[in-house]
């Protein structure tokens, strides 16, 4: 989920109830400052859904970007 940072300062008990369920990316003049994440994630889970995505000479800032496209594409 991508939120303003204004909305999630206005309304950040509700993101903090959401951010177990998915990351929440927070947004500052439609540019990503941050991203909340659960305590515990599984990373394994993140590697398996980026297997097939990256070619084997993807760099570690190539991973990131792809995951940042995979959660965008779920909201």
């Known amino acids: ?3 303003s940072s204004s909305e ?3 309304n950040i008990g509700r993101y903090l109830s959401l951010v177990g369920k998915e990351d929440i ?4 003049n439609g540019k990503r400052v941050a991203r909340l994440i659960a305590e515990k994630e599984d990373k394994i889970a993140v590697a398996k859904s980026l297997i097939g995505i990256l070619p084997s ?3 570690k800032e190539d991973a990131k970007e792809e995951k940042f ?3 965008e594409s779920l909201n």
Do not use: S
């Open 57 to 59: 000479t993807a760099t």
């Open 69 to 71: 496209k995979h959660y």
């Open 8 to 10: 999630f300062k206005t």
């Open 25 to 28: 990316i927070i947004t500052k």
């Open 1 to 3: 989920m991508i939120v």
